[in-house]
């Protein structure tokens, strides 16, 4: 079964600034898919040209098989899009809000009536039915912003930083909103500068900077692939002083004993614990599990100069560090 | 019981239609009406104008046995400068402004994914305007007729002046709704927004100018037909070239796969034709055929300046249209098409008026032959824009505004640079020399008259030449658009 939404070499150019540079991807239905990476790397424009707002340089863009390049018009039923400013309307209610736009949708009567209902029953707006949109939490605004998009039952959801500036609560809300359409089988495309926002959200990430796309493919490939790739690991480990010898000695020793160590770096002795790095020498490329390799020597030496080690961990790789790795510390 | 049971039921069937109509009608003038109603500048303005209005009716009531038979003039004025007001000032722009912020709050494009298309949403803003503008006029209308009891100005007047004055609100709406299309960027947009009042200011002082006009003078020539024709007239082009203007925003916010020319085009045509009409019209009331020449220059001259932007279309069309039209489907997108529409049009008035200005047979000679010729001159300096356009090998896709920059070019060129060298080489022959200059050739024309005779045959042979080197190198790039 081919994906939802195929994006193929899609570039664009600002006069001669290079906005979005030969990105490709692809979206399966039922998934979630996090778009991330800093202010300026392309992200909006990406989105805006999925969205049919936007024509690409070069590159083609296939919504259900059919180019939305060539066809916007019959693209557009298909999706539903949330640009970064929620877009509402002051002097309008919540309902009048859907409802309008249930009307430009070209719903009638009852069947309007029952869409702007289920689509409120859905977002938890209910309650808020006759409150204006200008009187919203940022959160409520930003719900009733998603409720729009959902009017027309679009297969495809394309959401530029929709947790930007949500509260924790909102956050979540958010998240479990989305998990509930990927499982009716919508494709949710969504935005973020912020990592975490994104992490726990997605089923699949796309990491991208300066119009290039550094990396693809579910969380997990993701961090696995980017943790090989990096360049350094953080270990903590903690001593136990109970052996005789005074905990600042034990301490002292040990950091004598790593410094010798090929590739250790950056050891710092805070009371029981010790924290360092391994790093590989600048331009060295990382083969695949190094980490893992170097930390299992280290262990090795330590235990057998007898230091009383209680706990010897490599911090986990998250989203995060993944970022950083693939971006080379190019973010703020 | 039973009482209830009907009074309950009456407001849900009229409710029921009321939801049947608001289905069918353009989902942005709901909205507007929605949020209209509840904004606070509809209600100030609503009030201050029925204060004024009872203001002015006490005070002419009060003074009306003093300055008799002026006090119905003189009232009608002042309440049509009220009127004015909301009319030609305020809802122009609330209507900019409500057009504005869908740009700049992003709702444009929402909007636009909707699939509702750009016109349907212009239609909206326009819709509601005038929806609003008849609210005010309705409640200003007593008042009128108010004035019609104090004598001194009769009832065709008071009709025609609040027809008009919808007209010119449409108009006017139009203008501001077009400018607000514009308005891309924050620099622009600033800009367009003095550039929206300057306009709206004027357009104010023009409108009340109009009706002290109309008041003044409308009770002693209502009865004539140039007055209707007047009126008739000048409803007539505030009506379609807002129109016009309105169809042209729709065109150019349509994308590249809609069918967007056709009601640019058919409000072109329509303009063109009712205009010849009424030139018609004024003909045959006045009987003097001068007015066909005078009906000649202009619509040649209007032929150039709106038919260009008509004819300087960008090549081909989307596929899909080509299936469903064909080539010649002039109300289609595409150069080729505008051209041949514009050229057709321009043709068709040649012939009738030549003929009908023969038939008479009591037009002078001179001014029969600037009849003749102006078209030719239409002809001419639409065809080689595009004919030069094409030349200029880079940018490969011949742009409209390519062709639109070198016929300003051309213009300058052709009118400016023949008499200048006339100024230079003293012994020139000026009737030569500016044959080809569409403003002192036809003055020359109309100065030699008899002699002027081999110069409009060799301006329209060359201008028939160049229409049709236009027309194939048009058609060869519409041919190559779709292989
Ligand atoms: N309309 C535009 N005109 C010129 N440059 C633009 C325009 N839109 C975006 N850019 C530039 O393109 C780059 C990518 O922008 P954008 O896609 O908005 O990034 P993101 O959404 O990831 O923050 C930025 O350098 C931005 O300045
Ligand atoms: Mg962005």
Same mark, same amino acid.
């Given at each position: 079964?081919?994906?939802?939404?195929?994006?193929?070499?899609?570039?664009?150019?600002?006069?001669?600034?290079?906005?979005?540079?030969?990105?490709?991807?692809?979206?399966?239905?039922?998934?979630?898919?996090?778009?991330?990476?800093?202010?300026?790397?392309?992200?909006?424009?990406?989105?805006?040209?999925?969205?049919?707002?936007?024509?690409?340089?070069?590159?083609?863009?296939?919504?259900?098989?059919?180019?939305?390049?060539?066809?916007?018009?019959?693209?557009?039923?298909?999706?539903?899009?949330?640009?970064?400013?929620?877009?509402?309307?002051?002097?309008?209610?919540?309902?009048?809000?859907?409802?309008?736009?249930?009307?430009?949708?070209?719903?009638?009567?009852?069947?309007?009536?029952?869409?702007?209902?289920?689509?409120?029953?859905?977002?938890?707006?209910?309650?808020?039915?006759?409150?204006?949109?200008?009187?919203?939490?940022?959160?409520?605004?930003?719900?009733?912003?998603?409720?729009?998009?959902?009017?027309?039952?679009?297969?495809?959801?394309?959401?530029?930083?929709?947790?930007?500036?949500?509260?924790?609560?909102?956050?979540?809300?958010?998240?479990?909103?989305?998990?509930?359409?990927?499982?009716?089988?919508?494709?949710?495309?969504?935005?973020?500068?912020?990592?975490?926002?994104?992490?726990?959200?997605?089923?699949?990430?796309?990491?991208?900077?300066?119009?290039?796309?550094?990396?693809?493919?579910?969380?997990?490939?993701?961090? @696995?692939?980017?943790?090989?790739?990096?360049?350094?690991?953080?270990?903590?480990?903690?001593?136990?002083?109970?052996?005789?010898?005074?905990?600042?000695?034990?301490?002292?020793?040990?950091?004598?004993?790593?410094?010798?160590?090929?590739?250790?770096?950056?050891?710092?002795?805070?009371?029981?614990?010790?924290?360092?790095?391994?790093?590989?020498?600048?331009?060295?490329?990382?083969?695949?599990?190094?980490?893992? *390799?170097?930390?299992?020597?280290?262990?090795?030496? &330590?235990?057998?100069?007898?230091?009383?080690?209680?706990?010897?961990?490599?911090?986990?790789?998250?989203?995060?560090?993944?970022?950083?790795?693939?971006?080379?510390?190019?973010?703020? | 019981?039973?009482?209830?049971?009907?009074?309950?039921? *009456?407001?849900?069937?009229?409710?029921?239609?009321?939801?049947?109509?608001?289905?069918?009608?353009?989902?942005?003038?709901?909205?507007?009406?929605?949020?209209?109603?509840?904004?606070?500048?509809?209600?100030?303005?609503?009030?201050?104008?029925?204060?004024?209005?009872?203001?002015?009716?006490?005070?002419?009531?009060?003074?009306?046995?003093?300055?008799?038979?002026?006090?119905?003039?003189?009232?009608?004025?002042?309440?049509f400068?009220?009127?004015?007001?909301?009319?030609?000032?305020?809802?122009?722009?609330?209507?900019?402004?409500?057009?504005?912020?869908?740009?700049?709050?992003?709702?444009?494009?929402?909007?636009?994914?909707?699939?509702?298309?750009?016109?349907?949403?212009?239609?909206?803003?326009?819709?509601?305007?005038v929806?609003?503008?008849?609210?005010?006029a309705?409640?200003?209308?007593?008042?009128?007729?108010? @004035?019609?009891?104090?004598?001194?100005i009769d009832l065709p007047t008071i009709i025609v002046g609040v027809v008009i004055s919808m007209g010119y609100q449409i108009f006017l709406?139009s203008v501001?709704?077009?400018?607000?299309?514009?308005?891309?960027?924050?620099?622009?947009? @600033?800009? &367009?927004?003095?550039?929206?009042?300057?306009?709206?200011?004027?357009g104010?002082?023009f409108g009340?100018t109009g009706a002290v006009l109309i008041g003044e003078f409308a009770q002693k020539v209502t009865s004539t037909a140039a007055f209707w024709l007047t009126s008739l007239a000048v409803l007539f082009g505030m009506i379609t070239t807002g129109l016009l203007l309105f169809e042209s925003?729709?065109?150019?916010?349509?994308?590249?796969? *809609?069918?967007?020319?056709?009601g640019a085009r058919f409000v072109y045509a329509i303009q063109f034709i009712g205009a010849g009409l009424l030139f018609l019209w004024g003909w045959s009331i006045s009987g003097e055929a001068e007015v066909l020449t005078a009906g000649s220059v202009t619509l040649s001259v209007y032929a150039t300046l709106v038919g260009l932007f008509v004819a300087?279309?960008?090549?081909?069309?989307?596929?899909?249209?080509?299936? @469903?039209?064909?080539?010649?489907?002039l109300l289609?997108?595409?150069?080729?098409?505008?051209?041949v529409l514009v050229i057709s049009l321009l043709m068709l008035m040649a012939v009738a008026f030549t003929g009908l200005a023969l038939g008479e047979g009591t037009l002078p000679m001179g001014a029969m032959l600037v009849l003749v010729a102006a078209p030719a001159f239409a002809l001419?300096m639409l065809?080689?824009?595009?004919?030069?356009?094409?030349?200029?090998?880079?940018?490969?896709?011949?742009?409209?505004?390519?062709?639109?920059?070198?016929?300003?070019?051309?213009?300058?060129?052709?009118?400016?640079?023949?008499? &200048?060298?006339?100024?230079?080489?003293?012994?020139?022959?000026?009737?030569?020399?500016?044959?080809?200059?569409p403003?002192?050739?036809l003055i020359?024309i109309e100065?030699?008259s008899?002699?002027?005779?081999?110069?409009v045959?060799?301006?329209w042979?060359?201008?028939?030449?160049?229409?049709?080197?236009?027309?194939?190198?048009?058609?060869?790039?519409?041919?190559?658009?779709?292989?």
């Amino acid at each position: 079964m081919s994906a939802l939404l195929e994006v193929k070499g899609l570039t664009r150019y600002y006069g001669a600034l290079k906005a979005v540079d030969d990105i490709t991807f692809s979206l399966p239905a039922g998934t979630i898919l996090g778009f991330i990476g800093p202010n300026g790397a392309g992200k909006s424009t990406t989105m805006r040209i999925i969205a049919t707002l936007d024509v690409p340089t070069s590159g083609e863009v296939l919504l259900d098989g059919k180019s939305l390049v060539a066809r916007p018009d019959q693209a557009r039923p298909l999706l539903g899009y949330m640009p970064d400013r929620y877009g509402t309307y002051d002097d309008m209610t919540v309902f009048e809000f859907l409802d309008f736009f249930a009307r430009a949708y070209r719903l009638r009567g009852n069947e309007r009536k029952a869409r702007v209902d289920s689509v409120m029953d859905f977002t938890g707006l209910m309650p808020l039915k006759d409150k204006l949109t200008s009187e919203l939490s940022k959160g409520m605004k930003q719900r009733v912003a998603l409720g729009r998009t959902l009017l027309h039952d679009p297969k495809l959801l394309i959401l530029d930083e929709p947790a930007d500036g949500l509260d924790p609560r909102a956050r979540i809300e958010l998240r479990e909103l989305l998990r509930a359409l990927a499982s009716q089988g919508k494709a949710v495309l969504i935005s973020s500068h912020i990592l975490t926002e994104l992490s726990e959200i997605c089923d699949t990430c796309a990491i991208i900077e300066q119009g290039h796309l550094l990396a693809t493919g579910t969380v997990q490939e993701v961090l @696995s692939r980017t943790s090989n790739a990096a360049a350094f690991s953080e270990v903590e480990l903690t001593l136990w002083a109970g052996a005789g010898m005074p905990l600042e000695e034990i301490a002292r020793k040990t950091e004598r004993l790593l410094l010798e160590q090929p590739l250790v770096t950056n050891v710092s002795v805070l009371n029981n614990a010790l924290r360092f790095r391994l790093e590989l020498a600048v331009g060295a490329t990382p083969a695949s599990g190094w980490v893992e *390799e170097a930390s299992v020597r280290v262990l090795k030496v &330590l235990v057998n100069a007898e230091i009383p080690v209680t706990s010897f961990r490599t911090r986990e790789h998250d989203l995060e560090d993944a970022f950083m790795s693939v971006t080379k510390g190019r973010v703020q | 019981m039973s009482a209830q049971a009907v009074t309950a039921r *009456e407001p849900d069937a009229f409710d029921r239609f009321g939801e049947q109509l608001a289905d069918r009608i353009n989902p942005i003038v709901v909205k507007e009406v929605r949020q209209g109603l509840r904004t606070r500048v509809f209600w100030i303005f609503f009030s201050l104008m029925l204060v004024a209005c009872l203001f002015i009716s006490l005070f002419a009531f009060a003074a009306s046995d003093g300055i008799a038979d002026k006090a119905g003039q003189a009232t009608f004025i002042a309440y049509f400068v009220c009127l004015g007001f909301v009319q030609f000032f305020v809802i122009p722009y609330a209507a900019y402004r409500s057009m504005a912020r869908e740009a700049e709050d992003e709702t444009w494009v929402l909007l636009t994914l909707t699939g509702i298309g750009p016109r349907r949403i212009l239609a909206g803003k326009l819709g509601s305007s005038v929806l609003q503008g008849i609210l005010y006029a309705s409640a200003a209308t007593p008042f009128l007729l108010f @004035s019609y009891f104090l004598n001194g100005i009769d009832l065709p007047t008071i009709i025609v002046g609040v027809v008009i004055s919808m007209g010119y609100q449409i108009f006017l709406v139009s203008v501001s709704v077009s400018l607000a299309t514009l308005a891309e960027s924050r620099l622009v947009r @600033s800009l &367009l927004h003095f550039v929206l009042l300057g306009v709206l200011l004027q357009g104010l002082g023009f409108g009340i100018t109009g009706a002290v006009l109309i008041g003044e003078f409308a009770q002693k020539v209502t009865s004539t037909a140039a007055f209707w024709l007047t009126s008739l007239a000048v409803l007539f082009g505030m009506i379609t070239t807002g129109l016009l203007l309105f169809e042209s925003a729709a065109a150019r916010l349509s994308l590249a796969t *809609e069918d967007y020319a056709r009601g640019a085009r058919f409000v072109y045509a329509i303009q063109f034709i009712g205009a010849g009409l009424l030139f018609l019209w004024g003909w045959s009331i006045s009987g003097e055929a001068e007015v066909l020449t005078a009906g000649s220059v202009t619509l040649s001259v209007y032929a150039t300046l709106v038919g260009l932007f008509v004819a300087s279309d960008r090549d081909g069309m989307a596929k899909v249209h080509w299936v @469903s039209g064909g080539r010649y489907a002039l109300l289609k997108p595409g150069g080729l098409r505008g051209f041949v529409l514009v050229i057709s049009l321009l043709m068709l008035m040649a012939v009738a008026f030549t003929g009908l200005a023969l038939g008479e047979g009591t037009l002078p000679m001179g001014a029969m032959l600037v009849l003749v010729a102006a078209p030719a001159f239409a002809l001419l300096m639409l065809s080689l824009p595009v004919v030069v356009a094409r030349w200029i090998p880079h940018p490969p896709w011949q742009t409209p505004a390519m062709i639109r920059l070198v016929f300003l070019g051309l213009i300058v060129l052709m009118t400016g640079v023949p008499p &200048l060298i006339g100024e230079i080489v003293s012994d020139a022959d000026d009737l030569f020399l500016n044959a080809l200059n569409p403003v002192v050739g036809l003055i020359n024309i109309e100065r030699q008259s008899h002699d002027a005779m081999p110069l409009v045959l060799l301006v329209w042979g060359i201008a028939v030449g160049l229409g049709f080197s236009a027309f194939f190198s048009l058609r060869s790039r519409d041919t190559e658009w779709l292989a």
